[in-house]
């Protein structure tokens, strides 16, 4: 299998090699020289009022699941384990934690977290100790929010024992369905509007439980390929759920104005793939490629996509759902894109792909570069919301740079971080604190925590966690990869 032609950021010495990099791929940053501490006025140490509450600094974590939990749907210590790390990371907004199922049929895999009220004294240790490891480390957690992700995985839904796909699905897409055995002249996996209806009223019942357990506000997911966010592509689904964007976004209002009247006073906050692409697959060298998309034009079954040229992005409908949002009054969006299933380059660019995946098409700087500068697009637009960027692990020893000087010139609110969290949980903590990077801990994205999970173990950083390291699984994993 070819491997990459394109260097790896850890051969970058100095910060000019990196400069050159990227002025070779024409990509403008914002990158400063050095990274600063809190001491020295870091642009992240500076506190931001979210939902009338003044959060701490400008870190955050990204929503990263385990697929570690029982069963039923309840976490066990490795989710203890990982909800902790979020804790002692420094970051003093935690977007979401994980993505939890409110229904037993939308949970992605059998071991995804479940929300129910059976579950509600395990969530409630969960948050307990995520917040108690981050006082013993930081002496204060009135300055951290916590916020819990809800879900239901729609067209990738596995939720039992068997593995196997249970899709739920808002409208045949023609390049999708085939990856999740849908036979296209087959309607029993379409969900009826009075289904939708039912979803939603266990979407406010998860608010509600999340909200009396003690989290801080609700993610209504919508993102990733997700139910979510193929809602906001349904444009081939007839009736009330889609067709215009205004149908195309009525799941979403109905999911927020009831849990505004159930629960009043529960803040909410939406994660969106603000820009897709369409489905990529392996070539016969292994480097990922477009699907052929050519009978499916006008492509009309992405999100912030050019439907003439689907390889482009157009944020003209994005930026009217996050102007929505806003009338709504939905404060905090984060900003995410793509999904895993179908194009894992552009939502979390890495060098080394997971076993069942692809190579990069391009250097993973472009796909950074492009969520970065997306977020940015919407930031400037909407300078009253919160946005959260995400996709930064990539940038390794250059990520604080980038991420403070971002953020000290306006492109972003706060930095999300994902796998950085899994191997070097400390990141936030060291960098503000002036301790600098410990680089041996580093991300350097060999997808072994997507490898994990695509072959039915828990997900974890193998290689660098002394927790995860140790376990039997990391052998594994290490012989499925496929570089
Ligand atoms: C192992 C793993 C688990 C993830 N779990 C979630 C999740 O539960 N919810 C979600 O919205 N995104 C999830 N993501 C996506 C991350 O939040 C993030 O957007 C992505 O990894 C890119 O950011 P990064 O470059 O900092 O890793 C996950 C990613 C990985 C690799």
Redesign the pocket.
């Given at each position: 299998m070819a491997a990459n032609s394109y260097p790896q950021l850890n051969r970058f010495k100095t910060l000019s090699q990196f400069r050159d990099r990227l002025e070779a791929l024409q990509i403008d940053l914002p990158l400063d020289d050095r990274i600063l501490s809190a001491a020295e006025g870091s642009p992240l140490a500076r506190p931001i009022r979210i939902f009338g509450k003044a959060v701490g600094n400008r870190w955050a974590v990204?929503?990263?699941?385990g697929w570690d939990g029982t069963e039923e749907g309840k976490p066990t210590a490795h989710t203890l384990h990982r909800w902790r790390s979020f804790g002692r990371s420094g970051a003093k907004l935690i977007y979401?934690a994980?993505?939890v199922a409110v229904r037993h049929d939308g949970r992605a895999n059998p071991h995804q977290l479940l929300i129910r009220p059976e579950h509600r004294r395990n969530f409630a240790e969960l948050l307990g100790s995520l917040r108690k490891t981050h006082v013993e480390c930081f002496g204060d957690d009135r300055d951290l929010l916590v916020g819990l992700?809800l879900t239901h995985s729609g067209r990738f839904s596995r939720p039992d024992p068997d593995g196997k796909p249970k899709p739920r699905i808002l409208y045949h897409h023609p390049l999708l369905d085939s990856r999740v055995g849908i036979d296209p002249s087959d309607d029993k996996p379409l969900l009826r509007d009075e289904q939708i209806e039912e979803l939603i009223l266990s979407y406010i019942a998860a608010a509600a439980l999340a909200g009396e357990i003690g989290f801080d506000f609700v993610d209504i997911?919508h993102?990733?390929g997700y139910l979510g966010h193929e809602f906001l592509s349904a444009r081939s689904r007839p009736g009330r759920y889609g067709g215009s964007l205004e149908n195309r976004t009525r799941f979403l209002r109905e999911i927020v104005e009831g849990i505004r009247r159930e629960v009043p006073g529960l803040p909410i906050a939406v994660?969106i793939s603000a820009f897709d692409t369409v489905p990529f697959r392996a070539d016969e060298g292994g480097r990922g490629v477009p699907e052929d998309f050519s009978q499916c034009l006008p492509y009309r079954f992405g999100f912030g996509i050019d439907r003439d040229d689907p390889l482009r992005i157009d944020l003209t409908e994005t930026l009217a759902l996050v102007g929505m949002l806003e009338r709504l009054d939905i404060q905090l969006i984060n900003l995410?894109c793509g999904s895993?299933y179908y194009s894992p380059h552009i939502?979390?660019?890495a060098y080394f792909p997971p076993s069942d995946g692809y190579w990069p098409p391009q250097d993973p700087l472009i796909d950074v570069a492009r969520q970065i500068h997306t977020a940015r697009t919407i930031h400037q637009r909407f300078p009253n919301q919160v946005h959260i960027g995400?996709?930064?692990?990539?940038l390794q020893q250059f990520l604080p740079l980038i991420a403070q000087a971002g953020v000290r010139e306006n492109w972003i609110s706060c930095v999300?971080?994902?796998?950085?969290l899994?191997c070097y949980p400390e990141l936030p903590a060291d960098t503000l604190a002036g301790e600098g990077l410990k680089t041996r801990k580093l991300c350097r994205t060999f997808s072994d925590?997507?490898t994990g999970?695509r072959n039915g173990m828990i997900?974890g950083c193998y290689p660098l966690d002394p927790y995860y390291k140790k376990m039997p699984e990391a052998g594994i994993v290490k012989r499925l990869r496929i570089f």
């Open positions: 990204n929503p990263m699941e979401g994980e993505a992700q997911k993102c990733h994660r995410s895993p939502l979390r660019p995400s996709g930064y692990s990539y999300g971080l994902g796998r950085e899994l925590c997507s999970p997900s």
